[in-house]
């Protein structure tokens, strides 16, 4: 594109240039571009202030919110000034300065990708072509980060983040990009972001609609929802209706006596409710317009004598006692009936004399009324269809079937020395000067300056008006839906294409941002108004509607779609469910697997439809993706040895590989035939090949050769191995584990484990879970292997020389295996405290501490170098690494080291920092975990019985039990488990457990899916929260124990 060159403001390169646009991701990601300074020479004091002006810039998040308290107080703690420097330490103080502010910093830091400018772009791709003329096709990454930092003009970014970025583009390891890939990464996430918007304002409706069956031939002419959730309908032969949400009848009357033989019934032809006063309002062909109470349906009054017939009806309360009724009739004139003083005036008209049973007022005599107002429009050459009062815009808005005045925006009243001719009539009739006045119903017409006409091919049959988005809409006979500023009648702003017929109603959801229309081909659909697309389509087959659509209605109090046809039917939104204001989720989904990423610091959790990417360092979301029809229901997931690509299995069989910084889809693997869905996949390194290993329910083995350079995008497996067709699995493979060099292990529904030889294809040996003897008669027992797992540990007893193999067992217990003894059964133990099943196990780097999760929500950690086989116990192990696990509920946690367990959860309003200990929550937080009772500590000053002498005497009952407490013989073995627990560190023999649990109790089919382990940070020193901190007894009690 040549530099200089006139380009559309809606293309791509024209949003770039735009003064608002200066990046590629400007609209989804961070707003503009910030500023970045970093510690350097100079004067101390000077520099310590830019630092944290600079900070305190950033801090504000892309979302308008303010910096966390943590951060806060880490800013004022860090700028603390030195009042006295001695000669020869002032490097030493700049050091010190750089590492406490660095931290923190980085928490601000930017985003490469999401600053890149269109100029930006075209100096990236100058540079890289200056590379291709060289011979080169692409750059590694030492030139790379030279090419960034010169061309972004951001001199003071990072290495770390030039290198990350280069990663993300470099997902196969080959350690050069090409102008292409670069190109490639950038498109792809910006396509993903914006997906990611889409998928936000997500909307359907429930299908298929409530629906009631109208046995009747006459069609309902308009439905009036009230805020109660009641729907009031009436039809063309007078009968009205109240039915519930659910479409149950409330009340059914006929409005319309029978008239004389020689002549026709009365016809309605519209309705509307006058929710203010109770009214049910209702507009005849015999040129009336008849009141009735809504609660009862008795008759109230009526206007007759009308001029023409009123085809649409419409009534609006415009102040205190005031209204404003309007009707549209065939002649194309809209008249306008303003009324103050409306409760006297009704109660009035009732007490008139009654025609057909029903107080009757004259047109001619309603407007001699010092409280009525009488105007009529001649506006269209052609029938109203439809009439309005905005009281938003002070205005009257009408359509019809013409093209040079399809619709028309006017004013309520002449607003030229035609008003003061009506007052001066007003004043004339009020004062009786004028005993006989005859009401002229000859139309006025409107100044060109009263009134907004806007001509639209083939008419306008209906339209809505929205003030807060100043948006006018309008549909009609070509099936286009014109977005309009209502202001302008030049052009429309806006065209939303996708109705295949005419289109019969629209209405605008001011509090959503949608358009919600409806066709004569019973199609209705959802659109965003700020994205102008089409969110959702309810078709008529989904949605059960059948018939010629005759009314339709929107409730913003119910959210939902009343339509009129051959029945009538109610299309409710799906509304999801409101959690509690304390709960935290990170999906709006049910959680399947997550995984740890080293190469990125980053965490991937899955749920079935979508995979998010978090910053494990702040907690903040970096990237999402998913979400198509392509992508089935995730249900396990592994990375590459690099760490560079995600590979997700699904319920269709398929397993897919993944850039997942930018949701580019590389490679699809799948069966031929029929596919089952995966339970479990592995990558599977045999020498110097790699491959991809899927389990499932297929049961079979399914083995895939991964070859990054291969960009086939379906890949088929390798044949199977024979033994693994002759004698594998019976059962549902549920669980793979690899134990290199060649070593692999498969379990099953049935219990059954085979461990298999990688190399030859064989299987070395097979073995069954045992029962103990408590297990052999329960009925129903669940022996499924959920998870398996391989130890290498020299200082394991009994397996020092050879790998042993974990298995999770029945009712809570852990099995352990011999390999090389061909499966022999070498000991268990109940891990699980409430013989639960263990869903996950995982382990650290050394194979020296055991994670298991059981099915209701418990880890427990376990001490595999204290395993006694003899005895079937395991020790627990205090010493908590930073864990994570994933469960069937929308929210991912991670517990941090420590003697108290630390809780963060992805997505929490508020960012952490891992090596920052002011970030770190309390243990009593989330709110969940503190109202549990098993957060209740097991202290035995707990379980001392209280009477109600104890609550009057309150000081002589704290002294029985201090001494009580202190003779009980058990006193000195509690205290010091107490104080082993609060040190383990010195009572590295002692017996002590942390159980981290999830408080929302789970079924026993909503198992622990996915559990990992990640090797903590170098954390700082963090405040003293033990027990013993904030316990006066403990800390009472371990004094007098070191004074003795």
């Known amino acids: 594109m040549p530099l200089g060159g006139k380009i559309r403001s809606s293309s791509a390169s024209g949003r770039l240039e735009t003064k608002h646009g200066t990046s590629i991701l400007s609209d989804l990601g961070r707003k503009g571009e910030r500023k970045r300074n970093t510690s350097g020479t100079g004067s101390r004091g000077e520099k310590v202030t830019d630092d944290f002006s600079a900070l305190r810039r950033e801090d504000v998040s892309e979302d308008g919110q303010e910096q966390p308290e943590w951060l806060t107080r880490e800013l004022l703690k860090q700028n603390r000034r030195r009042h006295s420097v001695t000669l020869g330490d002032k490097a030493e103080i700049m050091r010190q300065q750089h590492h406490s502010i660095e931290p923190t910093r980085r928490f601000c830091s930017l985003v490469i990708d999401e600053t890149i400018s269109l100029d930006n772009l075209q100096k990236l791709k100058l540079a890289f072509e200056e590379f291709e003329s060289g011979g080169l096709r692409s750059i590694d990454a030492k030139n790379f980060g030279r090419v960034v930092t010169k ?13 990350g970025l280069f990663k993300k583009i470099d997902y196969s390891g080959r350690g050069r990009i090409s102008w292409g890939d670069f ?20 909307v359907a409706f429930t299908l ?25 309908t009436v039809r063309e032969d007078g009968l009205v209706c109240c039915w519930t949400p659910e479409l149950k009848p409330l009340q059914t009357q006929h409005m319309f006596s029978e008239g004389p033989a020689n002549r026709k019934s009365k016809w309605a032809s519209d309705f509307t409710v006058m929710t203010e006063y109770n009214k049910l309002m209702i507009a005849t062909g015999d040129r009336e317009i008849q009141l009735y109470e809504l609660s009862t349906l008795e008759p109230h009054c009526q206007i007759n004598a009308l001029e023409t017939v009123p085809l649409t009806l419409d009534y609006s309360y415009t102040g205190p006692d005031e209204c404003c009724i309007v009707y549209g009739d065939t002649e194309g004139c809209v008249t306008i009936i303003l009324i103050s003083s409306v409760g006297d005036t009704l109660r009035l008209w009732n007490k008139l004399p009654k025609v057909e049973n029903i107080p009757t007022i004259a047109i001619d005599n309603t407007v001699l009324s010092a409280n009525v107002t009488f105007i009529r429009w001649k506006v269209h050459q052609d029938w109203v269809t439809q009439a309005k009062y905005f009281q938003s815009f002070q205005a009257v808005v009408s359509s019809s079937n013409e093209e040079s005045a399809s619709l028309v925006i006017g004013c309520l009243l002449p607003l030229t020395d035609a008003e003061q001719q009506l007052i001066e009539i007003r004043e004339a009739c009020y004062e009786g000067k004028i005993k006989k006045v005859q009401l002229s119903w000859t139309p006025q017409l409107r100044a060109s300056c009263d009134q907004t006409v806007f001509g639209i091919y083939k008419g306008v049959k209906t339209f809505d008006l929205c003030e807060r988005h100043s948006l006018l809409v309008t549909g009609g006979m070509d099936k286009l839906i014109r977005m309009w500023n209502p202001h302008f009648s030049g052009k429309p702003t806006g065209i939303l294409k996708g109705h295949s017929a005419p289109i019969v109603y629209l209405c605008i959801s001011s509090e959503d941002s949608r358009i919600f229309s409806v066709s004569t081909d019973n199609a209705v659909k959802i659109w965003d108004i700020p994205d102008q697309c089409c969110l959702f389509t309810a078709d008529p087959k989904a949605s059960g509607i059948h018939g010629d659509i005759s009314a339709c209605s929107y409730s913003p109090a119910m959210k939902s779609l009343c339509i009129a046809a051959d029945c009538i039917a109610v299309l409710s939104l799906k509304i999801r469910p409101q959690l509690h204001s304390r709960l935290t989720v990170s999906h709006n989904e049910p959680v399947t697997c997550c995984g740890y990423s080293e190469e990125f610091h980053q965490v991937v959790s899955c749920t079935e439809g979508s995979v998010k990417i978090w910053d494990f360092d702040t907690g903040r979301q970096v990237f999402e993706f998913g979400g198509t029809r392509d992508l089935s229901a995730i249900t396990c997931m592994t990375f590459d040895p690099k760490g560079r690509r995600l590979v997700t299995g699904g319920g269709d069989g398929c397993l897919k590989i993944w850039n ?14 029929k596919c089952h869905e995966v339970c479990d996949c592995i990558f599977l390194q045999v020498h110097r090949n790699l491959y991809v290993m899927s389990v499932g329910r297929d049961r079979r083995i399914d083995i895939y050769s991964d070859v990054p350079e291969v960009f086939h995008h379906v890949q088929r497996p390798q044949p199977s191995w024979q033994d693994d067709l002759k004698s594998g699995h019976k059962e549902d493979i549920l669980c793979v584990a690899q134990c290199p060099p060649s070593l692999l292990a498969t379990s099953s529904y049935d219990g059954e484990i085979i461990v298999w030889n990688v190399v030859s294809g064989l299987i070395q040996c097979r073995f069954v879970s045992p029962l103990l003897n408590e297990q052999e008669n329960i009925e129903g027992l669940d022996t499924s292997v959920p998870s398996i797992i391989f130890l290498k540990n020299s200082k394991l007893q009994q397996f020092s020389s050879s790998p042993a193999l974990l298995s999770s067992g029945a009712l809570g217990c852990i099995n352990l295996w011999s390999i090389l003894s061909g499966g022999k059964f070498m000991g268990s133990f109940k891990a699980s405290r409430f013989r639960q099943k263990i869903t996950k196990m995982a382990k650290t780097d050394g194979d020296t501490l055991l994670y298991a999760a059981d099915r209701i929500g418990y880890i427990y950690v376990y001490n595999i170098e204290k395993f006694d086989p003899e005895q079937n116990t395991c020790r627990d192990c205090r010493s908590l690494t930073v864990i994570k696990w994933c469960l069937p509920r929308p929210q991912t946690t991670l517990c941090a ?24 929550k309390h243990p009593a937080v989330p709110y969940e975990v503190l109202i549990d009772p098993l957060s209740m500590p097991d202290h035995q000053i707990l379980n001392v019985k209280t009477s109600l002498s104890d609550v009057i005497n309150p000081d002589n009952q704290r002294l029985t039990v201090s001494r009580d407490f202190l003779q009980h013989p058990s006193v000195t073995q509690t205290q010091r488990k107490i104080k082993s627990m609060l040190h383990p560190e010195e009572h590295k023999s002692g017996l002590c457990c942390e159980i981290v649990r999830h408080t929302n109790k789970l079924s026993n089919h909503s198992a622990l899916k996915a559990f990992d382990t990640v090797e903590p940070p170098n954390l700082s020193v963090r405040p003293d929260l033990s027990p013993a901190a904030i316990d006066p007894f403990i800390s009472s009690t371990e004094e007098q124990e070191s004074t003795e």
């Open 151 to 163: 061309c972004l003009g951001l001199p003071k970014t990072s290495n770390a983040q030039i290198q």
């Open 208 to 232: 298929p609609a409530t629906i009631k069956t109208l046995c009747h031939g006459a069609s309902i002419v308009n439905i009036c929802p009230t805020h109660d959730g009641t729907i009031n």
């Open 660 to 673: 997942f910084n930018n949701g580019q889809c590389l490679k699809t693997l799948r069966k031929e035939g």
């Open 183 to 202: 190109c490639t990464h950038v498109l792809q996430e910006y396509k993903e972001k914006q997906e990611t918007v889409r998928r936000s304002k997500q």
């Open 897 to 920: 080291s420590g003697v108290h367990v630390e809780n963060w959860t992805f997505g929490q309003s508020e960012s952490w920092r891992v090596r920052i200990p002011s970030s770190w």
